[in-house]
Nanobody
Framework: QVQLVESGGGLVQAGGSLKLSCAASGRTFTFSNYAMGWFHQAPGKEREFVAAISWSGGSTEYADSVKGRFTISRGNAKNTVYLQMDSLKPEDTAVYYC????????????????????WGQGTQVTVSS
C-alpha cells in the first residue's frame, strides 16, 4: 500500500506562485519505481491532468493550459514529487491531487487518471483575481 500526502496549497493572488509537494510512503514502497502525476479538480468539473513525470525524472508532460507556467520535478531520495506553479491564474483554482503508478521504464509517464493506482487526499489552491 502507498500513501500520498500533498501540501503547499493556499490562497494566492493572480500572477503569484505556489509550490506543491507530495510525500510518498509505504511499507514496501520504492518511490523510484513509480511514475507520478498531478491532477486538479474544480467544483462541478472532472478531475483533469496537469503534469506527469517518469520515475527517472527524465521525461515530463504538461497540460496545454499550464505549459510554460508549471514545472513538475521529483526528489527520489526524499520520496517527494513537486509542482512549481508560477504566473497563477484564477482558472487554476482547484483541488490538486498527486498520483502514483508503478512502472518498469525510466521514460514512461501517464496523462490519464485511469492509469494511476494511488491518489493523495488533495490540497486546495485558490487564485484570486
Amino acid at each position: 500500500q502507498v500513501q500520498l500526502v500533498e501540501s503547499g496549497g493556499g490562497l494566492v493572488q493572480a500572477g503569484g506562485s505556489l509550490k506543491l509537494s507530495c510525500a510518498a510512503s509505504g511499507r514496501t514502497f520504492t518511490f523510484s519505481n513509480y511514475a507520478m502525476g498531478w491532477f486538479h479538480q474544480a467544483p462541478g468539473k472532472e478531475r483533469e491532468f496537469v503534469a506527469a513525470i517518469s520515475w527517472s525524472g527524465g521525461s515530463t508532460e504538461y497540460a496545454d493550459s499550464v505549459k510554460g507556467r508549471f514545472t513538475i520535478s521529483r526528489g527520489n531520495a526524499k520520496n517527494t514529487v513537486y509542482l512549481q506553479m508560477d504566473s497563477l491564474k484564477p482558472e487554476d483554482t482547484a483541488v490538486y491531487y498527486c498520483a502514483a503508478r508503478g512502472v518498469g521504464s525510466g521514460t514512461t509517464y501517464y496523462t490519464s487518471k485511469g492509469s494511476y493506482d494511488y491518489w493523495g487526499q488533495g490540497t486546495q489552491v485558490t487564485v484570486s483575481s
